[in-house]
């Protein structure tokens, strides 16, 4: 049975794959493996690449902070071919769900931000997420146009940073 227009996901449910503006394919999907294909991606991030101290930057550090994430959260990567280069999670807090979102530096600028997040909410909305909130640094212009154009308001400024929200 088809939902009604007004009844139709805001969001794709994962897996989708397309190509970024590269022209590599990509596959998003939702993810509740280990943590090693993860730790390996984190490896790329320099410090230029980190934000707000994450990723962390020692591989145990890594580790231990992707196995809460995996236990916590609802956990969605990209990938092209074998390789993971994106990963996003919501995490549970109360009522509201907070959402994290890295993509690898060497595939930044080029889609894969924005199939991830949409893919993220979309498996987010399939799991009865209602309420997602974020921060993001005032400076990293990208990332806020990436979560305007998922539907994301500015709800709080302060301190260098802006906490934005989504109603799914």
Not at 29 to 50: C, K, N, T
């Amino acid at each position: 049975m088809t939902l009604p227009p007004d009844q139709q996901p805001r969001f794709p449910r994962p897996p989708t794959t397309a190509d970024d503006n590269e022209g590599r394919t990509i596959t998003v999907e939702a993810y509740d493996g280990d943590a090693d294909p993860l730790v390996e991606m984190y490896g790329h991030f320099e410090e230029a690449s980190r934000s707000q101290g994450l990723p962390p930057r020692s591989d145990s550090r890594t580790r231990e902070w992707l196995e809460g994430l995996l236990e916590k959260g609802l956990n969605t990567i990209a990938r092209h071919g074998e390789d993971v280069v994106g990963h996003a999670v919501l995490v549970p807090s109360g009522e509201l769900y907070e959402l994290a979102i890295f993509v690898r530096p060497e595939y930044q600028a080029a889609g894969i931000g924005t199939q991830l997040i949409r893919g993220l909410l979309g498996q987010g909305q399939e799991n009865g997420v209602g309420h997602v909130w974020l921060t993001v640094s005032r400076s990293n212009r990208i990332a806020m146009n990436l979560y305007w154009s998922a539907g994301f308001e500015t709800t709080a400024s302060g301190r260098g940073e802006h906490e934005m929200e989504l109603v799914l």
